[in-house]
């Protein structure tokens, strides 16, 4: 890096765009609410200007009248008065203004500098970090793509808000959801009793779907992406890192056609068939939905932030599943590597704004249970993972019971926003189809 060449340089702002907004709104201050809507003060380059609107903005903010003199009396108030220099710049300021009418292009000039100065900071962030060396690539990257991010928004993220800014979007949300006369605040699932409990697929939770290896999340999983995908026509990403993208498809084929998937496999259909009929069907439906998959092994969350934050308006991410993942980070300590990983997956639906279903095995303790219910204390590697999680499902049969022949149990074990309960399904494995019950057992 040419470090003299950078301090040379000249810092990108408009003097005469910062000083026109000032001056339009001392002169026309019903301009103020939309200059705080585009504009905080540290958009303000010149640190007089900044000092100035500092002062606008928390008149504004507290109702007060603005003025020429309230403002010179808010200044010294906050400490940033000159004496013999600020009332004459604002008198300057207010006789300064082209014209009131263009105060949001002379904004939108101010937004643009200052956001351009923000790139140029995350970029000697980024850079300072390369080289550093003391973090791997994927960890550089994650974070060299979480600056540039925030900065797509238009703003940086983080900051801390005001209560009364929050209760206003939450008494939006109430008269939103009180709209909608009592249907679901999410995404269905497909499935009306999980739906029932937990309020559907909600914009940035975190939802663990965990079982033993071979009772079905995979297609259980599916089988909610293609409600989404094909009944509600949102968006769905599925990560998967144990099987590849073709035998997944392969399984959605056989729920769509309802064709033994053990027969597609091996491909014992004859062409021109009514299954065939049936298949080509299955492919249209599924082919035309919004539905992408990535079967990329050992995944990392920095290299799915990556690619999720090109898409747009997902309507849920699914991953199968958690313990094949890496986090990119050097450890030896794998517990620890899944709990940075659920950790991650809950800061990147929150980050995006989408539910992400993530799903995870289950250590050998229910095995040994007479009814082979899984508890929380059951998920493996990581106890961090039922902390993480807003919602957390567990599917289970017990094999030994011929009774229960077909029949697969969901116990939704924790839900942060509500009741917990158990679900019964009946299970199709040669569809690898999930249907639900009417039986339906409460737990609180």
């Given at each position: 890096m040419n470090v003299t060449?950078?301090?040379?340089?000249?810092?990108?702002?408009?003097?005469?765009?910062?000083?026109?907004?000032?001056?339009?709104?001392?002169?026309?201050?019903?301009?103020?609410?939309?200059?705080?809507?585009?504009?905080r003060p540290s958009d303000f380059y010149l640190r007089q200007n900044a000092e100035v609107y500092e002062a606008m903005y928390e008149m504004f903010t507290a109702s007060e009248t603005i003025d020429v003199v309230t403002v010179l009396e808010k200044m010294k108030a906050l400490g940033t008065y000159a004496e013999g220099t600020t009332a004459a710049y604002l008198v300057t300021l207010a006789e300064f203004v082209p014209a009131t009418a263009n105060m949001e292009k002379y904004a939108s000039i101010v937004l643009d500098k200052s956001l351009v100065r923000q790139l140029i900071a995350a970029a000697t962030e980024i850079a300072e970090s390369c080289y550093a060396e003391t973090d791997a690539f994927p960890v550089l990257l994650d974070r060299g793509e979480q600056l540039l991010y925030e900065l797509r928004g238009g703003r940086s993220t983080g900051e801390i808000r005001p209560i009364s800014e929050i209760v206003d979007e939450a008494y939006l949300r109430l008269s939103e959801l009180a709209q909608l006369g009592g249907k679901l605040s999410g995404?269905?699932?497909?499935?009306?009793?999980?739906?029932?409990?937990?309020?559907?697929?909600?914009?940035?939770?975190?939802?663990?779907?965990?079982?033993?290896?071979?009772?079905?999340?995979?297609?259980?999983?599916?089988?909610?992406?293609?409600?989404?995908?094909?009944?509600?026509?949102?968006?769905?990403?599925?990560?998967?890192?144990?099987?590849?993208?073709?035998?997944?498809?392969?399984?959605?084929?056989?729920?769509?056609?309802?064709?033994?998937?053990?027969?597609?496999?091996?491909?014992?259909?004859?062409?021109?068939?009514?299954?065939?009929?049936?298949?080509?069907?299955?492919?249209?439906?599924?082919?035309?939905?919004?539905?992408?998959?990535?079967?990329?092994?050992?995944?990392?969350v920095a290299e799915m932030k990556g690619k999720l934050r090109r898409e747009r308006e997902l309507g849920l991410v699914i991953v199968d599943y958690l313990q094949l993942m890496r986090s990119g980070t050097r450890t030896d300590n794998r517990t620890q590597e899944v709990a940075e990983i659920s950790r991650s997956l809950k800061i990147m639906a929150k980050e995006l704004?989408?539910?992400?279903?993530?799903?995870?095995?289950?250590?050998?303790?229910?095995?040994?249970?007479?009814?082979?219910?899984?508890?929380?204390?059951?998920?493996?590697?990581?106890?961090?993972?039922?902390?993480?999680?807003?919602?957390?499902?567990?599917?289970?049969?017990?094999?030994?019971?011929?009774?229960?022949?077909?029949?697969?149990?969901?116990?939704?074990?924790?839900?942060?926003?509500?009741?917990?309960?158990?679900?019964?399904?009946?299970?199709?494995?040669?569809?690898?189809?999930?249907?639900?019950?009417?039986?339906?057992?409460?737990?609180?």
């Amino acid at each position: 890096m040419n470090v003299t060449g950078d301090i040379l340089r000249r810092m990108p702002y408009s003097m005469e765009a910062e000083q026109s907004v000032l001056g339009a709104v001392l002169v026309s201050p019903a301009l103020m609410p939309r200059a705080a809507q585009m504009l905080r003060p540290s958009d303000f380059y010149l640190r007089q200007n900044a000092e100035v609107y500092e002062a606008m903005y928390e008149m504004f903010t507290a109702s007060e009248t603005i003025d020429v003199v309230t403002v010179l009396e808010k200044m010294k108030a906050l400490g940033t008065y000159a004496e013999g220099t600020t009332a004459a710049y604002l008198v300057t300021l207010a006789e300064f203004v082209p014209a009131t009418a263009n105060m949001e292009k002379y904004a939108s000039i101010v937004l643009d500098k200052s956001l351009v100065r923000q790139l140029i900071a995350a970029a000697t962030e980024i850079a300072e970090s390369c080289y550093a060396e003391t973090d791997a690539f994927p960890v550089l990257l994650d974070r060299g793509e979480q600056l540039l991010y925030e900065l797509r928004g238009g703003r940086s993220t983080g900051e801390i808000r005001p209560i009364s800014e929050i209760v206003d979007e939450a008494y939006l949300r109430l008269s939103e959801l009180a709209q909608l006369g009592g249907k679901l605040s999410g995404i269905s699932c497909g499935y009306h009793r999980i739906d029932k409990l937990v309020g559907g697929l909600n914009k940035s939770d975190l939802i663990l779907l965990a079982a033993r290896p071979g009772v079905g999340k995979t297609a259980f999983a599916l089988n909610i992406a293609r409600h989404v995908a094909v009944t509600e026509k949102k968006p769905v990403a599925i990560f998967s890192l144990e099987m590849s993208d073709v035998q997944l498809v392969f399984r959605m084929f056989s729920n769509e056609a309802s064709i033994d998937g053990s027969r597609l496999r091996v491909g014992d259909i004859a062409t021109g068939s009514e299954e065939w009929a049936a298949l080509a069907e299955a492919a249209d439906i599924l082919g035309s939905s919004h539905m992408k998959i990535d079967d990329s092994a050992g995944t990392t969350v920095a290299e799915m932030k990556g690619k999720l934050r090109r898409e747009r308006e997902l309507g849920l991410v699914i991953v199968d599943y958690l313990q094949l993942m890496r986090s990119g980070t050097r450890t030896d300590n794998r517990t620890q590597e899944v709990a940075e990983i659920s950790r991650s997956l809950k800061i990147m639906a929150k980050e995006l704004g989408v539910p992400i279903l993530a799903l995870s095995q289950l250590n050998r303790s229910p095995e040994a249970r007479k009814d082979k219910k899984p508890m929380l204390s059951d998920l493996r590697e990581s106890g961090s993972i039922e902390q993480d999680a807003d919602i957390v499902m567990f599917l289970y049969h017990d094999e030994d019971n011929p009774e229960e022949k077909g029949l697969i149990h969901c116990s939704v074990a924790k839900n942060r926003h509500g009741a917990t309960g158990l679900i019964d399904f009946g299970w199709r494995g040669e569809f690898t189809r999930f249907t639900e019950l009417e039986k339906n057992r409460e737990e609180s």
